[in-house]
């Protein structure tokens, strides 16, 4: 018997269409399965069975509620807007004035100011009152005029930011009975004008033109809230200034001792603003006066105020007499950031070279890395170029330390020549630690960074290879510039001390110096301060140069003067050998008659007549 082929599983829409197995087509197409069948929908009725089906009455009715409901609706919504759509006659209503712009921002000032109209009218007396060449007496009319309309209303005013710098106006070119009325009416709102972005700008302008007694008084409102002001990020802008350019020392140490926390406050009169005294006279109290530095010097760090005086002053207080450990866990990359910005002051100077000392050799190495851009500025500054004296003593990578710091300042030996401290670095880094040319001072506090368990190299050879790196650039700079630096004592003085330590062959210096002199310069204090320097330390080597490379008839010229001659003296004791002997014949043989009178002439025939 043949089986009948068999339908597939039921599925969604009935059975399954048969695959190969249940007699269909190969690959499961439908060959003799059930087809799905079509989804039923209801069918509408016809509209004309519908309206055939509703009467004429009832249609009529439904038109007629409808309507009603209309009219309903229209009622509610007031007789004015149904005349509008009905009655052409009605007149129409004047649109309502749109504000945009300038007549719009006025109108929002006026209502939400109540001074709008004063504000306005102070502002263009301002104006007026600040334009140059305006007679003083006019400008005196027009503050007076200014006084009048802002009294009993500058508390109310001085807030706002467009308003301050008539009140600064005011206080800076003002008589005294117009500072006067500004700062007695200011007074109350001092604590608050330093924290205003704007107001601290007023306050600051208060303390430079107020009177002594004022200005006390001031400080007497700020005392008890120095803290939470200077960690403000405004109002530490005004302790700053007071604290540096107003305050007297009693008032700097009451300044200072109100960070030492609570229990020092009551007492704080008694206290130095120098914490080693202050542990002199608690030292049970240490750690609790650390402690409160530490947790101020993290704040300060954190928040980015480092660059402010009396935060430098709290902050050295703690790294001169915290431990080590906790010296180097401050030292994070966040203070790193922040060096280049402190390093132009003496407690932020002293800072820096703390962080060098202390720190790790990661840290150095940020430490170079922050600083490159900034070491012509900081050659050139008097605390700053002491940061680069203390890196040339601490880092053992002087490969690095030539990268980021020697190779800027080579670059920059024109602008660092010219500059004081400039020449102060130039001769620690030639002369070392020498005393004739860095003073015993500077020595003394670069030498406590010797203790530092960082650095493992010796110092001298640490020394000798920074030498090495700068000293071919410093000579080359002497050689090609020597008639520029003969024209003033202080950078005259760098010629001689690159001979003396720089080392090598200076010949060349030698040379080009010979080449300068003549009758003129030979008169020349800081040419005559060159020679005598240098004939002390390579007398030989220059008398020798001399008498080689000069004529008989020039070196006769040279006696004519009074510091030649003396020149001339000190040349002969020095120099040996056929020229001198030939010099000291040419001499004698000439006559002393012959040349100018001076206490020169004298003593160099004396030493030849011997």
Known sequence: MVKKPTAGKAGKYGRKPAGKADGGKPGGKPGGGVK????????????TI?????SKEVMEALKENRKEKKEKREESKGADKKKRKFSKTVEKKEPKENLTGKRLKKARQAFDNQEYEVTVKVKKLWEKAREKGLPVDKKQEIITEI??????????LIFKHDLARVFQLILREGESVHNTFIIEELKPHVMELAKSKYGKFTVKCMLKHCSVAQRNIIFKTLTGHLKKLTLHAHAVTVVDTFYNEYATSEQRTAMVTEFYGKEFYIFRSTLSEHLSKVLEQYPNKKETLLAELLSLTQTFIEKGLTGYIIVQHLMLQYFLHGPTETIQELISEKLLDQLPNIVHTKEGSKIAQRCIWYGKVK????????????VKDMACDPHGYLVLCAIFDTIDDTVMVRKMVLNEVQSELDGIVMSVSGRKLLKYLIAGRESSQTHSQVIESLKVGEDNTISKKDPEVRRQEILKSVAPAVVKYCVENVESLLLDNSTASLIPMVVEHAGGEVSEILTALISHLNTETMESYPVHFTLKKILKIEGNKLGEMLIGQVDTETVCGWVNSNRGAWTVLRVLECAEGEGRDGLVAALKKVGVDIFTESAGRDALFEFLNK
């Open 147 to 156: 006084k009048g309309l802002i009294e009993g209303k500058v508390s109310s």
């Open 36 to 47: 799905k069948p079509k989804k039923m929908t209801k069918s509408k009725p016809p509209t």
């Open 363 to 374: 840290d150095r190495k940020m430490i170079l890395k922050s600083f490159k851009g900034h």
């Open 50 to 54: 519908k309206k055939a089906l509703v």
